[in-house]
């Protein structure tokens, strides 16, 4: 990895030093052919694609991946852009996606398998549901969420559940009444699925008693009591909870239920066996799901994706570039509770009648190898993770996969950049240079890959994510609005020229917050209802190269892509004010070689209190409880003040330096310049440091779009 050409921050408006501007900036390699033997099977191999999807043919080219799809009535426009940046696409259209994810498969597919479960325990043997099977369980919980819930179409359900298979029969449950679910990772606490619960205005609550993560069987009903108390004290009631047993009709968790509230599903779904209920049939419009988002404010924001729209690109997607046939197992590692599992696990490959593999697990649970073992039992051929992951289990075990019989077709990769050195292994190591390596770059907001490969016609390039997928059409903004050209070797701020079909509708409740973080930024006519004057702003940087590939470089915003989940440090930073001692907060990112990057806290205390690791722990504790142990802080730093503008703003880019050992840049401007050497000495140490310079040409990013 080269580190990037000394230039010195140049960013007077803002305080922040972002992801992007700590990129550690490598160079442009050259593309590697996808095989003959993929090509030769692939879904998509037509190179017209690219004229079929220019933007001369928008939006009619997205009739392709509605035609994927089964109508209950066909839809009259493709895409309905009257009021603009709120879309409709295949408007007039309406279906049902639970029905385009089990009912249409059960004459062709009925007895394939649908899911296959692997707990984490390696004694438990993997459980494989059929269609008929998904079928049959989809429609009893349907039931008991119409009948003994009282939930109708419209209403909203928060979720908060592990890996395991119930977690996409509960949500297809949902999706074949018109329940509009919410999933929380199940990893968040119960004080973040509360608030989600709150946002959503959800009256009931599906859990799960308890599941295997390291070796260890989690209570996760415990956090069910927090949740329900923190989405009271928001206002909203939690009256009833549906609580999966990992084990049915075995305790799992010590948490007594609680009388009137909580009810076991297997027992509450017995008058409900084997009946059936019809899919309510939708609109095209109607949403499917909320899924909350880290953004630039410290409340998670609910994206709201619909349901024509949204299950036509991810069946697209998973089609062309995930590269799903009903005959392929496919494997995605991701979490359920991320966009990624939305799309990848439950509803693409599902849609496409292919097999979906849930771990219920850690990768590297008993052993480096773990994934290795799962992937050749089962025969999986796609395989879809994340780059973390690969760094983690090549500096475990990196000749672990050469002992393996696994042939992987395609292996894509999503949520951080790959840097070439963990692409070649992952190339060359796990897909013993034989699978096409597919980077895709998308946030929870777009609803599917924005900028990937098409594995059997682009070459692949390490370290790239590849041009936008058919139909989507990205450049690059200065922050002036000037488009910066391909191949000029300058960063910017990524954008969609174009709507799609999966890109979100709105922010629940809040639509003037959904056009303004998204849209407003370089929008030359707020009057306009023409769809080419709102291109789709991401809050990522990047450069594109002369050959079109756009290589990210990370969030330009207040967020912190942490082992490829999103976390805002603004929501860090008010967790770590709940310890009565904190006086002021700032989380930075900083870089870390498995994990991307890590949030790391800085703390000044109030008057006359003592720093001591109690209260470094007691801010751990306070994150954990917040948010979850996903946004555990590299280090909680407790300093005697922060760098400060003379107006008082603390400035994290200084922190952020000194904590990446980054030049700090000019400080002459703030009110307290002599803290700044403190502060560096506390976290280098008096040792003399070589510091690093920034990523390239940050000079055109800096969009603070609230
Ligand atoms: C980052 C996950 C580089 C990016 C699907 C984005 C990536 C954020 C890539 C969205 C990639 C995702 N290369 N960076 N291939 N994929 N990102 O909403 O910063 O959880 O804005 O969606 O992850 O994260 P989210």
């Given amino acids: ?214 070796g260890k069987m989690i209570d996760h009903l415990q956090n069910l009591d927090v949740a329900c108390e923190t989405a009271k004290s928001e206002g909203q009631v939690v009256d009833k909870v549906l609580i999966w047993q990992r084990y049915p009709g075995k305790v799992s968790s010590a948490k007594p239920l609680v009388p009137g509230r909580d009810f076991l599903v297997n027992e509450a779904v017995k008058p ?116 973390t992951a690969i760094r983690q289990l090549r500096k475990l075990a990196p000749d672990g996969p050469k002992n393996f019989r696994t042939v992987f077709k395609n292996m894509t990769t999503v949520g951080e950049p790959i840097e070439p050195t963990t692409w070649h292994w992952f190339y060359e190591t796990v897909g013993k240079g034989k699978a096409a390596v597919t980077d895709t770059w998308w946030q929870t907001e777009t609803g599917g890959v924005v900028c990937t490969t098409k594995p059997a016609l682009d070459k692949m390039k390490p370290g790239s994510a590849g041009p936008g997928a058919p139909g989507i059409h990205c450049v690059i903004f200065d922050e002036n609005g000037n488009e910066i050209p391909p191949g000029s070797n300058r960063a910017g701020n990524i954008c969609v020229r174009n709507p799609w079909p999966g890109l979100m509708q709105t922010i629940w409740g809040d639509p003037e917050k959904f056009k303004r973080q998204y849209f407003v930024k370089y929008n030359k006519n707020p009057n306009s209802k023409d769809w080419r004057d709102w291109p789709y702003f991401a809050g990522d940087g990047a450069m594109e190269s002369a050959d079109g590939y756009f290589r990210i470089l990370g969030r330009i915003d207040d967020v912190i892509n942490v082992a490829g989940h999103r976390l805002g440090t603004k929501e860090i930073e008010s967790a770590c004010l709940t310890v009565p001692e904190v006086a002021e907060a700032a989380v930075v990112p900083i870089m870390d070689e498995v994990r991307g990057r890590l949030p790391e806290v800085y703390v000044s205390l109030k008057p006359g209190i003592q720093p001591s690791k109690a209260i470094e722990d007691k801010v751990v504790r306070a994150i954990e409880t917040e948010i979850g142990k996903i946004a555990r802080p590299s280090a909680v730093r407790i300093v005697p003040d922060m760098p400060k503008t003379r107006s008082g703003k603390i400035m994290r880019r200084v922190l952020a330096s000194i904590s990446n050992t980054m030049e700090v840049g000019d400080i002459t401007t703030l009110a307290n310049p002599d803290i700044v050497e403190q502060i560096r000495l506390q976290v280098q140490g008096t040792g003399k440091v070589q510091t690093k310079a920034a990523a390239p040409e940050i000079k055109d990013f800096g969009a603070k779009s609230e």
């Fill in 272 to 387: 409900f066996k084997n009946k059936i209920v019809a899919p309510v049939s939708m609109p095209s419009e109607a949403p499917l799901f909320l899924m909350y988002t880290s953004g630039t404010t410290g409340r998670p924001k609910g994206c709201q994706h619909s349901t024509g729209g949204y299950m036509a690109y991810a069946a697209g997607t998973s089609k062309w570039i995930q590269d799903i046939h009903p005959t392929d197992v496919y494997w995605c590692t991701a979490d359920i509770g991320w966009i990624t599992g939305h799309t990848y696990i439950v509803y693409g490959p599902l849609a496409l009648a292919g097999t979906t593999v849930i771990y219920e697990g850690v990768p590297t649970f008993p052993d480096a190898n773990r994934l290795w073992r799962i992937a050749e039992r089962l025969g999986v051929n796609i395989f879809h993770t994340a780059p």
């Fill in 1 to 214: 990895m080269a580190p990037s050409p000394p230039e010195t921050p140049a960013k007077e408006h803002t305080s922040e030093l972002t992801e992007a501007e700590i990129a550690v900036h490598w160079k442009e390699e050259e593309g590697f052919i996808p095989q003959p033997k993929f090509i030769g099977q692939a879904n998509l191999t037509d190179p017209a694609v690219n004229e079929r999807f220019s933007l001369e043919h928008f939006p009619e080219c997205f009739r392709e991946f509605g035609d994927m799809l089964t109508w209950d009535k066909y839809w009259t426009q493709t895409l309905d852009s009257s009021n603009a940046p709120f879309y409709q696409w295949f408007a007039g259209g309406k279906l049902n996606a639970s029905y385009n994810c089990i009912d249409r498969h059960l004459a062709q597919y009925g007895n394939k398998a649908a899911v296959i479960f692997v707990g984490e325990p390696e004694g438990e043997d993997p459980v494989a549901l059929t269609y008929n099977e998904l079928y049959a369980r989809v429609n009893e919980f349907a039931l008991l969420l119409r009948d003994f819930a009282g939930l109708k179409t419209g209403d909203r359900v928060t979720i908060h559940m592990p890996m395991v298979a119930e977690l996409p029969i509960t949500m297809l449950a949902c999706a074949r009444l018109g329940i509009i679910h919410t999933v929380v990772f199940g990893g968040f606490s119960g004080e973040a699925a509360g608030r989600r619960a709150a946002d959503s205005q959800s009256r009931v609550v599906i859990t799960m008693d308890g599941y295997y993560r390291n």
